[in-house]
């Protein structure tokens, strides 16, 4: 059973910057197959997929955080990161950690909210 703990959320100003951490325990050793990802759900909307990186350290990104936002992971560590720069308003949500490995596992997410 894998067990994904976020860290890192909170408030800041619009075009300030956060670093989310996501560590996945029970998973043991790290696959190239493995993809572990970051969603968010804003208030009334669905949850939407921001970026994910495989095992194999592949990564992809939503369009709307191309440029500002850079997803790495530490195999050794289990964990993946998400560094997120130019926040504007709108990137205001909660953040799930995703991993998949024959099925998804998630997080209980942390809030972001960008505002002044």
């Known amino acids: 059973q894998v067990q994904l703990a976020e860290s890192g959320g909170g408030l800041v100003q619009p075009g300030g910057s956060l670093r989310l951490s996501c560590a996945a325990a029970?998973?043991?050793?790290?696959?190239?197959?493995?993809?572990m990802g970051w969603y968010r759900q804003a208030p009334g909307k669905q949850r939407e997929l921001v970026a994910f990186i495989t095992g194999g350290g592949k990564a992809n990104y939503a369009d709307f955080v191309k440029g500002r936002f850079t997803i790495s992971g530490d195999n050794a560590k289990n964990t993946v990161y998400l560094q997120m720069n130019s926040l504007k308003p709108e990137d205001t949500a909660v953040y799930y950690c995703n991993f998949l490995r024959d099925i998804d596992y998630w997080g209980k997410g942390t809030l972001v909210t960008v505002s002044s």
């Open positions: 029970g998973a043991g050793m790290i696959f190239s197959s493995d993809v």
